[in-house]
């Protein structure tokens, strides 16, 4: 089997692009890095990863300034997450949002706990001063110190908006996404997903070279439509994607026509995509060189796009990070098919 050192070629650290949403990419992200810190092989070991994070989730409530998937990526790779939830700080308080409720001031179903606000004060305070998202991402990363370069997919503000067809009469109704996902847990069926001012924003910097500088880009296993779908939505990305030398290889988030986790078949379902690993694969079809699916599904038709089988559950450290280690050897199958072609 090759290793990941002829994918870069020897005496260079590989380099490790991914694109990742919150708790699913979150989780496989912390896999990779156990991978890559436990390899033999000193290109693994010594890895270079870059994370290129969504922010169409962002939303701004009481006035702050909340990032929840790359908040998600930092908490879990820097050790402060809330491991039961997946999201949040461990040991967390909610003294403020007792406080917010005492008061009638909502939301009520987005709570945010107290060491978490300080997270979002000091992005707050410093977007205020003139600082961009990329430049506070990386500031907070001082502190939690992650093991990546966690980078905004855009520092423009980019917001996912959905369309409901529970107003009067019928007639659509738009929310936040978060409305959606955390009040409604996606109960009421989506009729359009729009990521409002993706169209319009530029890659933050550092995200193309990212992408076109790499040995490998990954695809965890995070949701295709708000999370992986709106990254690709930013100008230029997917046409990074495409042209980048490096094997994109990707994690499927469906088994056996569920999602891995949280309420995936209800994005798809709103842009008309069918919840299995072969149609998640069919959105990512012009750049996707390989796809881990689970036992029992059906691969894609697709010639040339390496498929292989392997446990998909992230359900121990071990577990994930044998995930990754798949992953990252695809690619190397791949790098050695496309020199012996």
């Avoid at 949403?21 to 436990?38: Q, T």
């Avoid at 009067?168 to 738009?174: D, M, V």
């Avoid at 708000?226 to 042209?243: K, M, N, Y």
């Amino acid at each position: 089997m090759s290793t990941v050192s002829d994918v870069n070629g020897p005496g260079r650290p590989l380099r490790i692009t991914a694109l990742a949403g919150g708790v699913g990419g979150a989780r496989f992200l912390r896999g990779l890095l156990a991978h890559l810190a436990a390899s033999p092989d000193p290109a693994r070991r010594e890895a270079v990863v870059t994370v290129v994070g969504n922010t169409a989730d962002d939303v701004t409530f009481h006035g702050l300034r909340i990032s929840p998937d790359l908040d998600s990526v930092m908490y879990t790779l820097g050790g402060g997450i809330d491991e039961e939830r997946g999201w949040g700080r461990a040991q967390e308080t909610s003294g403020v949002a007792a406080e917010l409720a005492a008061y009638g001031a909502g939301p009520s179903w987005f709570t945010l706990g107290d060491k978490d606000i300080a997270t979002h004060l000091v992005r707050t305070r410093m977007l205020a001063e003139g600082a961009t998202l990329s430049e506070v991402t990386a500031h907070l990363c001082e502190r939690w110190r992650p093991g990546v370069r966690l980078l905004p997919m855009t520092d423009d503000v980019v917001q996912t908006h959905v369309d409901l067809a529970d107003g009067p009469g019928g007639a659509l109704r738009r929310v936040h996404f978060q409305e959606w996902w955390v009040r409604l847990h996606a109960a009421v069926p989506a009729v359009r997903i729009e990521a409002v001012g993706a169209a319009a924003a530029t890659p933050a910097p550092g995200v193309l070279d990212a992408l076109g500088g790499a040995d490998v880009v990954v695809l965890p296993p995070s949701n295709p439509v708000v999370s992986i779908g709106t990254v690709l939505q930013v100008p230029g990305v997917r046409q990074a994607l495409v042209e980048t030398a490096a094997p994109v290889v990707g994690v499927s988030p469906v088994i056996a026509g569920a999602p891995v986790r949280g309420m995936a078949d209800a994005c798809l379902s709103a842009i008309g995509v069918p919840t299995t690993a072969a149609a998640v694969a069919g959105l990512y079809a012009d750049f996707l060189d390989g796809w881990l699916i689970a036992e029992g599904d059906e691969a894609p038709d697709r010639p040339g796009l390496a498929v292989r089988r392997r446990p998909l559950l992230m359900s121990s450290p071990a577990a994930t990070a044998d995930l990754a280690g798949a992953a990252l050897d695809l690619a190397g199958e791949i790098t050695d098919r496309e020199r012996a072609a």
